[in-house]
């Protein structure tokens, strides 16, 4: 498949959006849904197997408009930097189920520890898939995870998340949340109505909405985000707030909702592309 838009298949999938995709020589393999499949990029051109080319575009958000995005988003010297570093990096659309356990689980994790956990869960309890002599497995679906144990989750090194995602399959599997029906609601009332689902805080909801919920606009604030945001724009913040955020790592909600509205104001409906690209600049510039 030849591209006609700027895209890079390793930035896109090294910048902490999304977990258990392996590169195995010039071959990235990943699982999606039931099925696995494998991609590598070749200077202007994506070559797959065991998926379509409309299911690749749509996953890899290739028909997202991303010289519209970076046009919206370069507000600035530093965000112009990490648009230039990162040129191609996309939003990948994650299932939202899969999506919505992963970011509950990666709360307080770092990225190897987060596909560490998952590896297990679905090794537990996804179905295996075979692919080019190599075994993958599934995302655990709804109904398996809340039948699972707690006891037997914390065997998957989920800790006290085992409770929330017991609890969350729970609540979805027995048709009380709507999950797939967010995507047509607006952004703040999606984001309220994800509260409802045990283990999801502000930034896990931002997370979601995000990267399988089709709004840009959400604004993810983790330590990364927070640091840059002290170091290239606290101009915008009162001296207090700055000084505060300064003098401890983890945030209020009322801290995370002020970072946060400051980023949606900012960077406008394409926060969220903003902050991937920030994101990805701070961690990776080090």
Not at 79 to 87: D, G, K, N, T, V
Not at 107 to 128: N, P, Q, V
Not at 265 to 274: E, I, P, R, V
């Amino acid at each position: 498949m030849r591209l006609d838009v700027a895209f890079d298949l390793d930035f896109t999938l090294c910048c902490g959006q999304v977990f258990g995709w392996q590169k195995l020589g010039d071959w990235w393999y990943g699982v999606v849904g039931e099925r696995a499949f494998k991609v590598r990029q070749l200077e202007c051109a994506l070559e797959f197997e065991n998926v379509s080319e409309a299911f690749v575009r749509n996953y890899f958000g290739l028909d997202d408009d991303l010289q519209e995005i970076s046009g919206s988003i370069c507000k600035d010297e530093f965000i112009a930097a990490a648009l230039s570093r990162f040129e191609g990096l996309r939003i990948v659309r994650q299932n939202p189920w899969e999506c919505l356990i992963s970011f509950i689980c990666a709360t307080y994790k770092s990225i190897a520890a987060i596909e560490l956990m998952l590896s297990k869960l679905s090794k537990k309890y996804g179905e295996k898939i075979s692919l080019d002599g190599l075994d993958f497995y599934a995302f655990p679906p709804v109904d398996k995870l809340a039948r699972a144990s707690e006891t037997d989750l914390k065997e998957c090194g989920l800790g006290y998340r085992a409770k929330y995602v017991q609890g969350t399959a729970q609540k979805i599997s027995e048709g009380s949340f709507d999950l797939e029906g967010l995507k047509s609601l607006p952004y703040l009332e999606a984001k309220k109505r994800l509260f409802d689902l045990p283990g999801v805080g502000l930034k896990v909801a931002d997370c979601v909405l995000l990267f399988s919920l089709d709004k840009f606009e959400a604004f993810p604030v983790d330590v990364w985000v927070k640091r840059v945001i002290l170091n290239h724009y606290p101009k915008h913040f009162p001296e207090a707030l700055v000084k505060t955020l300064s003098t401890h790592q983890s945030l209020s909600n009322t801290e995370y909702e002020k970072l946060n509205s400051f980023g949606r104001g900012y960077f406008g409906k394409y926060a969220g592309y903003a902050q991937e690209y920030l994101y990805h600049y701070e961690r990776t510039k080090q």
